[in-house]
């Protein structure tokens, strides 16, 4: 178990890594949560964990509203939001009471958000169980919710009351769903740590589950220093932990369902590395490290089955393109990269082009 204080001045907060969900209650007599708590969650992960939540919550002597969802990245729609507000206001529930989700990145995007704009702002509780919600959508206050020309063009950044993990919640974690939180471990193993990613190289994919643990901590404290510098994207330090995300949501949204945001994160990264060898900002062995760690994990890593020629037009939605260019986190070596890199469309499109004809399989 880690406590990890995530510093922020008023809008601090602590992430509990490892604590078991039976006492989560214990965490809600710090400071006044209301008497109402919304429970959102998904219809997968409620008969799993839901109870427990709600029993650790009513110990407390709080009401319990459960808001279930239908799981997937459809759901997070302004239609919806409206629909958990209207949940919020027949439920007479106040500024002081709070919004819990429990689940993966989809809850907590859609629940924060909601948090974020109902009365101007309630208490907002996190219980990630996933691995890819767990090192990434829980923590750093990001909200929101897509549009059909992008991802989470529509959001705010609102910062949790706390964060609540507990990794046995990964045990019966699917391999589907473990690939994709080890997609963003990559990442931040890429961007920040050769000790990630010397672990992910030196250990075989049926062995990584005992050093799941490690690795999310390890993921954790680079989010948290990155945040604290640069909460809300205004002096441009937090745009690292965008490497393999601004092609990687083009292609999510390009071959949507088919590939999920740890699939695309992941093909965004070969395709990014690809980019700064190209460019000359990489050697090519740091490019061939990343598409070889990628798929040692069982990520996909080949382009020759990407749509390339309609990534273009969705990368133009990016909320980091700037006067019709596109800016790119690029990848200088292992654990150093390069950001603010603007790439025009032609010259994306001509990279994508080569990359799907010169790549083997």
Not at 110 to 125: P, V, W
Not at 283 to 311: A, G, H, M, N
Request: one cysteine or more; glycine letters at 10%; a positive charge.
């Amino acid at each position: 178990m880690k406590k990890i204080r995530m510093n922020l001045g008023e809008d601090s907060y602590f992430i509990y890594a490892g604590y078991p969900i039976e006492k989560l209650g214990s965490r809600m007599d710090k400071r006044n949560y209301g008497k109402k708590v919304m429970l959102l969650t998904d219809s997968n992960v409620f008969p799993r964990y839901g109870r427990a939540i709600e029993k650790a919550v009513t110990g407390t002597g709080r009401e319990v509203i459960d808001f279930l969802v239908k799981p997937g990245e459809e759901v997070k729609s302004l239609r919806k939001i409206y629909e958990i507000m209207e949940a919020c206001a027949k439920n007479r529930m106040g500024r002081d009471d709070t919004l819990l989700t429990l689940g993966g990145g989809v809850a907590s995007d859609l629940g924060g958000f909601a948090a974020s704009i109902y009365m101007r702002g309630i208490n907002f509780i996190a219980v990630p169980t996933t691995l890819l919600a767990q090192v990434d959508a829980s923590i750093g206050g990001k909200t929101g919710v897509n549009l059909p020309f992008g991802k989470n063009l529509v959001g705010s950044f609102y910062q949790p009351s706390f964060v609540y993990m507990d990794f046995k919640t990964l045990q019966t974690l699917p391999e589907i769903e473990l690939k994709q939180g080890l997609a963003e471990i990559i990442k931040y193993g890429v961007i920040k740590s050769r000790k990630i990613f010397g672990i992910l190289d030196s250990v075989s994919f049926t062995g990584i589950r005992k050093y799941l643990p490690r690795l999310i901590e390890e993921s954790i404290l680079i989010k948290r220093d990155v945040v604290e510098k640069d909460e809300k994207e205004k002096k441009g330090l937090r745009e690292i932990l965008n490497f393999g995300h601004t092609l990687g949501h083009a292609i999510e949204i390009a071959h949507f369902p088919k590939l999920s945001h740890g699939e695309s994160v992941a093909l965004g990264m070969v395709g990014e590395g690809y980019f700064s060898w190209r460019l000359g900002i990489c050697r090519r062995e740091v490019y061939s490290d990343i598409r070889e760690i990628v798929k040692k994990c069982r990520l996909p890593f080949s382009f020759q089955t990407v749509k390339t020629e309609r990534l273009p037009d969705f990368l133009q939605y990016d909320k980091k393109a700037r006067r019709g260019n596109i800016r790119f986190v690029m990848v200088r070596d292992i654990g150093t990269v390069k950001t603010g890199v603007v790439i025009k469309p032609e010259e994306v499109t001509r990279l994508l082009k080569e990359m799907g004809q010169n790549e083997k399989p």
